[in-house]
C-alpha cells in the first residue's frame, strides 16, 4: 500500500478552501488514521498547523504522544482504565453520559482537565440528550476543574440530500442545547458539528470547527462523485503469471 501524503495535503487544502478561514479544524486519525498510518499523519498535519486531532481509542492518543505530537488530541471512546493515560498525556476525553462524567470527576478529584461534551441531536449512538441538561449543567457548574473546550454533536444523514431537514433539525438542537451550556458556564466553548460530507454539502453548519476524516484521505463521501479529491491509499500488487485456459479446465484445488 502507498500512502500519499502530497494527495493528503492537496485534500486538506481543498477542504480548506470550502471553509471560512476562521474555521477551525479537527483531523480525525482514528483506526490509524483510516489505515494510513497515524504517526506519519499526524505529523503531517502537525506541521500544516492542523487545530485539533480526534483518536477513537486513549492508546492511540498515546502513542501520538510518543511520537512528538503536541496538537490538542480528542479521545471519542474513553474508558475509566484510560483515565490515568489521558490525564498524564494530556489527551482531551469525550463525554457523552452521566456515568463516565461522574467517573471522570471522581478520578479527577480536583485537577483540571479539558473535556468534550457530546449531544446526541438524531445520531441515537453516543450523548447527552435535552432532558439531561438541568443535571449535566449543574453537575459542570459545580466542577469546574473540568474546562469545556468543545461542545459538538454528530449529524446521522450528512452525505444525502433526502436527509437535509433531519440534518437542519439536528443542527438546530445542537445550537439550542450547546448554548444553553455556554450560557451556564460563563465562557463558550467551541462548537463543532460537521463531518467530511457536512463541509462539502451543509457547510453553513460549520460554527467554529468541523471534523475532518475520510475527505482527508482522499474518498468523497457524497454521491456528488466530484473529482478535486486525489486518492492518498493505493493498494498495488504484481501478477505473477497469466495462463490461457480452454473452457472446461479446473483452476487449483478440488
Ligand atoms: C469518524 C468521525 C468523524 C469524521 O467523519 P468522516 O465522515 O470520516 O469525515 C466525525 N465525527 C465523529 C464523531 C467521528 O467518529
Not at 497515524?38 to 506541521?47: D, F, G, K, P, T
Not at 496538537?71 to 471519542?76: C, E, Q, S
Not at 471512546?77 to 469525550?94: C, D, K, Q, R, T
Amino acid at each position: 500500500m502507498e500512502i500519499d501524503l502530497g494527495a493528503m495535503v492537496h485534500n486538506l487544502n481543498y477542504f480548506k478552501s470550502r471553509l471560512k478561514p476562521a474555521t477551525r479544524i479537527m483531523a480525525m486519525v482514528k483506526a490509524f488514521a483510516y489505515g494510513s498510518g497515524s504517526r506519519e499523519v499526524a505529523n503531517l498535519l502537525q506541521y500544516h498547523k492542523i487545530d485539533y486531532l480526534g483518536v477513537a481509542y486513549a492508546d492511540e492518543g498515546v502513542e501520538l504522544r510518543k511520537n512528538n505530537i503536541h496538537l490538542p488530541i480528542m479521545v471519542m471512546n474513553p474508558s475509566a482504565e484510560a483515565f490515568e493515560n489521558i490525564v498524564n498525556y494530556s489527551l482531551e476525553p469525550e463525554i457523552y453520559s452521566f456515568s463516565l462524567l461522574n467517573q471522570f470527576i471522581h478520578f479527577l478529584d480536583g485537577k483540571a482537565c479539558r473535556v468534550h461534551i457530546k449531544f446526541d441531536t438524531g445520531m441515537h449512538r453516543l450523548g447527552f440528550n435535552e432532558t439531561d441538561l438541568p443535571v449535566l449543567i449543574s453537575t459542570l457548574q459545580q466542577n469546574s476543574n473540568l474546562q469545556v473546550a468543545s461542545i459538538f454533536s454528530h449529524l446521522a444523514g450528512a452525505d444525502e440530500a433526502q436527509h437535509d431537514s433531519y440534518s437542519k433539525q439536528q443542527a438546530a438542537i445542537f445550537l439550542t442545547l450547546a448554548n444553553q451550556v455556554s450560557d451556564a458556564l460563563g465562557y463558550k466553548p467551541l462548537y463543532h458539528l460537521l463531518n467530511s460530507p457536512g463541509i462539502l454539502r451543509l457547510p453553513h453548519y460549520q460554527f467554529d470547527m468541523v471534523r475532518l476524516g475520510i475527505g482527508l484521505y482522499g474518498i468523497d463521501p457524497t454521491a456528488e462523485g466530484n473529482s478535486y479529491l486525489k486518492p492518498v491509499a493505493t493498494l498495488k500488487t504484481v501478477v505473477s503469471q497469466v495462463h490461457e485456459l480452454k473452457e472446461g479446465d479446473t483452476v487449483g484445488y478440488g
